[in-house]
């Protein structure tokens, strides 16, 4: 069962506060304004994705692994259960090596994002002339269904329990966040180890140095390991994308089908 309107307006309220104070304390970009352009459109995805994305990403995900519980002779059920070598270890050991292991298959897959029609859907995201903690929910249906169909029915095929991670969920969700805020942290000698706001900024930026760089969603040790971390010791301050997204929800959702070739 979905989220209620009431709980997400709930959610909406606390995160607010939340970054309100943190982007207060530590900003990269000090003095940024809250009420920005793209704000309504940002808080219209913040109802979009889970109340419709995240259902069609669900049942887009079903629909891939039924032929593969067809051919374990098993239904959904049973299939997601865990199975196998693999699902024998006991949760936790499964919940870090899922975390480890979808993030690798993100990286593959957020780089992918950036080539050619693919683009056009995933410069929505990248779109935001402001970074903040709600630029982080501007992601189009498709850059929510294409990585999950690439990363869940490869684990559950390989035997894990979807169960494992179920607790850390949250504190995913709220990490995807935190790194899109107006954060001047970099966690120092940390910064190899886990992505930071600065690390993840310095992929959103406009400027020529940082395109294309930074593709982790929580270990730069993908982007070290093939070439693609950049993070100098300066804040990044230039965002957007030069595609002519347009600047409203209804627009961004037709762009990919409507604009030309990155």
Do not use: C
């Amino acid at each position: 069962m979905g989220p209620s309107l009431l709980n997400i307006t709930i959610g909406i309220a606390i995160l607010a506060a939340i970054f309100a104070v943190l982007q207060w304390l530590w900003p990269s970009v000090p003095n940024q304004k809250t009420i920005r352009p793209g704000m309504l459109s940002d808080l219209g995805y913040f109802l979009l994705t889970p109340l419709i994305t995240r259902n069609l990403t669900r049942i887009s995900v079903a629909l891939a692994l039924i032929p593969v519980a067809w051919i374990y002779g098993t239904d959904l059920q049973g299939l997601t259960q865990g199975h196998g070598v693999v699902g024998a270890q006991s949760l936790t050991m499964q919940a870090i090596q899922i975390v480890v292991i979808s993030d690798f298959l993100r990286y593959w897959v957020h780089r992918w994002f950036h080539t050619g029609w693919l683009w056009r859907v995933h410069a929505i995201h990248h779109s935001s002339q402001t970074m903040d903690w709600l630029a982080s929910v501007r992601v189009h249906p498709i850059n929510d269904v294409v990585p999950a169909l690439l990363t869940v029915p490869p684990l559950i095929i390989a035997g894990y329990n979807p169960a494992a991670v179920a607790a850390f969920l949250p504190f995913l969700t709220f990490y995807a966040i935190m790194i899109h805020a107006n954060l001047r942290w970099d966690y120092g000698p940390l910064r190899f180890v886990l992505a930071s706001p600065v690390f993840h900024r310095w992929h959103h930026t406009k400027l020529a140095e940082g395109q294309d760089k930074n593709f982790a969603g929580l270990f730069p040790l993908w982007d070290l390991l093939f070439g693609t971390f950049y993070m100098p010791r300066r804040q990044p301050t230039d965002f957007g994308v030069d595609d002519p997204v347009p600047g409203h929800i209804f627009g961004q959702l037709i762009y990919p089908f409507l604009s030309s070739k990155r």
